[in-house]
């Protein structure tokens, strides 16, 4: 059953990259979240508020598409190993006999046609 530990190495690996995404999302929301609290003006912290919450909200999504993908690679990866397990394997092809060249000059000489005469002048 190596397929069935190849799909699940797909859905790990994506899983993996997921929580990479979502940590880095994280780090990028604190460091707008700090900057609205050392922000002067009401404008400024509501636009740094916005950018924090909008980078939660758009790595979420991006999580999720990376997540959607690696599920349709691993479920393609594994319909495409159960079908070729049920294909039969391809039957050989009998092998081609090489022909028989002549050993020395003078049989290949033997096999070509005789020369034709000339007609007398």
Same mark, same amino acid.
């Given at each position: 059953?190596?397929?069935?530990?190849?799909?699940?190495?797909?859905?790990?690996?994506?899983?993996?990259?997921?929580?990479?995404?979502? *940590?880095? /999302?994280? =780090?990028?929301?604190?460091?707008?979240? +700090?900057? @609205?609290? #050392?922000?002067?003006? !009401?404008?400024? $912290?509501?636009?740094?508020?916005?950018?924090?919450?909008?980078?939660?909200?758009?790595?979420?999504?991006?999580?999720?598409?990376?997540?959607?993908?690696?599920?349709?690679?691993?479920?393609?990866? *594994?319909? /495409?190993? =159960?079908?070729?397990?049920?294909?039969? +394997?391809? @039957?050989? #092809?009998?092998?081609? !006999?090489?022909? $028989?060249?002549?050993?020395?000059?003078?049989?290949?000489?033997?096999?070509?046609?005789?020369?034709?005469?000339?007609?007398?002048?």
């Amino acid at each position: 059953m190596a397929e069935a530990d190849l799909d699940a190495v797909i859905r790990q690996t994506a899983r993996a990259q997921t929580k990479a995404v979502m *940590a880095a /999302a994280k =780090k990028r929301q604190a460091v707008w979240v +700090a900057r @609205a609290a #050392k922000a002067k003006d !009401k404008e400024t $912290k509501a636009r740094f508020r916005y950018l924090a919450k909008s980078t939660i909200l758009n790595a979420t999504a991006t999580a999720k598409r990376l997540q959607n993908s690696a599920e349709n690679a691993a479920d393609a990866y *594994a319909r /495409a190993m =159960k079908k070729a397990m049920e294909e039969p +394997a391809p @039957a050989k #092809k009998p092998e081609k !006999k090489p022909e $028989k060249k002549p050993e020395n000059k003078s049989e290949a000489k033997s096999e070509k046609k005789p020369a034709k005469k000339k007609a007398a002048a």
